[in-house]
């Protein structure tokens, strides 16, 4: 399978604690984002990395969010003190240009 | 911030009725995107459109992009069970790609 691969698909964890997702983007795409998505929305833009550097952050990105993608290869997002509001859907898409290629996705659950 | 407006928010029909949705912007776009989402599932790319007034197909589906290439429509002829899920657009800003809030489409058989 070449397509993203987005690691845990379920994360429950309690409030306070902190959590990392990984994302495998398709090899030969530079460009990689990282979305958030609640129930009834679109995906809220989160950040953008091309090859190893993070060119935008939104302003959604707290403090307690951030994001690597070293060498230009996979990419994390960590979440520290994890927060109820927290709770969503977090995605990752890969692109070679025009067009996003999104992960299944990791759905996580604050308690 | 750019922001893309979708109508309407929810559409309920039956099997074989003929639907279309809307995307609008106040901002003139480079590029829009169509992507379709089912639940618990990412966000699967349909098509990108570029040049304005343009029109593409791909099966029962007609995507246009306005003339201003400010907004865009998704036509659906005769649709099926299998259509239903979220429709969403999508166009760049700067680095972003942003997206609508979204369609969602119930077809009942």
């Known amino acids: 399978d070449t397509g993203v691969s987005q690691n845990p698909r379920h994360k429950i964890t309690k409030r306070g604690q902190n959590v990392t997702f990984r994302c495998d983007p398709i090899s030969e795409h530079n460009r990689l984002y990282w979305y958030r998505q609640t129930l009834g929305q679109g995906p809220e833009f989160l950040t953008y990395f091309q090859n190893e550097a993070q060119l935008e952050k939104s302003r959604l990105l707290s403090d307690r969010f951030s994001a690597e993608r070293p060498k230009g290869s996979f990419s994390t997002l960590e979440i520290q003190r994890t927060e109820q509001g927290d709770s969503a859907m977090y995605l990752c898409?890969?692109?070679?240009?025009?067009?996003?290629?999104f992960g299944q996705g990791t759905r996580l659950t604050v308690v | 911030t750019q922001l893309l407006e979708q109508s309407p928010q929810f559409l309920s029909i039956q099997e074989g009725e003929n639907l279309t949705v809307y995307c609008n912007s106040s901002?003139?776009?480079?590029?829009l995107q169509w992507y379709r989402q089912e639940p618990g599932e990412g966000p699967v790319l349909l098509v990108t459109?570029?040049?304005?007034?343009e029109v593409k197909k791909l099966k029962r589906l007609t995507f246009q992009f306005g003339d201003a290439r400010k907004d865009s429509s998704l036509h659906i002829t005769a649709a099926q069970p299998g259509d239903t899920g979220l429709y969403l657009c999508a166009g760049p800003a700067g680095y972003a790609l942003n997206f609508g809030k979204g369609t969602s489409l119930l077809v009942t058989p």
């Open positions: 901002s003139v776009f480079s590029s």
């Open positions: 898409a890969s692109s070679p240009r025009l067009g996003a290629f």
């Open positions: 459109v570029v040049t304005g007034g």
